[in-house]
């Protein structure tokens, strides 16, 4: 089985593991994740007042958006550029994989708008909630979460750094083997 990477790096050598991830780039690595076939069967215009044609994202965000797996708001706008919170990336999650397992729930999620999808998205593995029992559904997500949920749902979450590559891309500020990340970030960033 062949292993793309679908997460790219900075032209500085970083990939940034402890920063947000927008709401642009989580559409661009959902759009990484479909086959061609899928990706052609969906317009790639759209209609958000802060996207504009020919910007970096507007065709990942287009294609997601006919393909009914990511909304914008009611403004028109998608605030592309905006973080993610972990509710907005739950559904998103549940609409791209049409989950439908639900059996967890957490107490900071009653009647939360996306209760229902950040249930399904936990109850398939792709996401977790805090030992706690919260969920943090408002809480924004870093691009190595993002990474360690997508490894972790595709399987390709590798076990040991003798799973990596030998000649593998590495990255400046991902050098620490002992990080918890380190394993999802070379796995989301190397293709094999």
């Known amino acids: 089985e062949i292993h793309f990477n679908y997460v790219i790096g900075y032209t500085d050598g970083t990939i940034r593991p402890g920063n947000n991830i927008s709401r642009a780039e989580?559409?661009?690595i959902f759009f990484r994740l479909l086959t061609d076939e899928a990706r052609e069967q969906y317009t790639t215009t759209t209609s958000y007042s802060d996207i504009k044609?020919?910007?970096?994202?507007?065709?990942?965000?287009a294609t997601l958006t006919n393909a009914g797996v990511i909304n914008g708001y009611t403004d028109g706008t998608f605030r592309p550029n905006a973080p993610i919170t972990r509710a907005e990336l739950a559904t998103i999650i549940a609409r791209f994989a049409k989950l439908d397992v639900n059996t967890k729930t957490f107490s900071d999620i009653t009647g939360h708008w996306a209760q229902k999808n950040i249930?399904?998205?936990?109850?398939?593995?792709?996401i977790n909630g805090y030992p706690d029992g919260t969920f943090g559904p408002d809480?924004?997500?870093?691009r190595a979460e993002l990474m360690a949920m997508v490894n972790?749902?595709?399987g390709r979450a590798p076990e040991s750094t003798d799973a990596l590559l030998?000649?593998?891309?590495?990255?400046k500020d991902n050098a620490d083997t002992a990080r918890w990340y380190y394993l999802d970030v070379q796995e989301a960033t190397n293709s094999h």
């Open 26 to 28: 989580v559409a661009t």
């Open 53 to 61: 044609d020919g910007a970096w994202c507007c065709r990942a965000v």
């Open 166 to 171: 030998p000649n593998m891309k590495t990255w």
């Open 139 to 142: 809480k924004t997500v870093t």
């Open 119 to 126: 249930e399904l998205a936990v109850g398939n593995g792709w």
């Open 152 to 154: 972790r749902a595709t």
